[in-house]
């Protein structure tokens, strides 16, 4: 059987190659399927994170976020399938960033074009964002760049709503007086 829109689009994303500082192939496949889908805007940002963006009159900005960058796959013979070719084998999608995160951003980006096609009145931005495996570049370039009322992260949660996500916070703190010991 032919695959879904969302396990092709998934089974792309892991052909890409993207390691953490390298994921321009990966930003192409989801820029190209941005356009395909019809977003009125598919850019890759001055970070290099691949952003989509649907814009249908007032309402709230919704964004989609997931990583598109992925961690070594190590020794591909410990695989049960080769880790960049995405099998779909036993009714799953196979390969390195199948569930961190090419798989949920896949299903983001056609969740947001049939959001966008039912009638959903606002904004909505699917964001790829690169360097997440090792510190966040993408994802905090993006807190500067964009303004959402809310943002859904497709990070696996065995199937569980998750309220927030651990993260970090960096203060700066002055405080007058002198130095003493």
């Not at 805007?41 to 963006?53: H, M, Q, S």
């Not at 964002?129 to 370039?141: F, I």
Request: proline letters at 7%; glycine letters at 14%; hydrophobic letters at 40%.
């Amino acid at each position: 059987p032919k695959p879904s829109a969302e396990s092709a689009l998934a089974r792309d994303l892991i052909r890409a190659w993207s390691p953490s500082g390298a994921e321009g192939p990966a930003a192409q496949v989801l820029l190209r399927a941005f356009r395909e889908l019809g977003f009125d805007e598919a850019y890759t940002d001055d970070a290099g994170n691949a952003i989509g963006v649907i814009s249908r009159g007032p309402g709230p900005t919704v964004m989609f976020n997931g990583h598109i960058d992925t961690v070594p796959a190590g020794d591909a013979d410990e695989w049960p399938h080769p880790p960049f070719e995405g099998v779909i084998a036993d009714g799953m999608l196979w390969g390195r960033g199948a569930c961190d995160m090419k798989g949920p951003l896949a299903a983001m980006t056609l969740a947001a074009s049939d959001a966008a096609r039912m009638g959903f009145n606002g904004t909505l931005i699917v964001s790829g964002v690169v360097q997440e495996e090792v510190g966040g570049l993408g994802a905090r370039y993006l807190t500067r760049e964009l303004a959402v009322d809310t943002i859904i992260l497709g990070e696996p949660s065995d199937l569980e709503l998750k309220l927030g996500h651990r993260g970090r916070v960096e203060l700066e703190v002055t405080l007058p007086g002198r130095i003493a010991h």
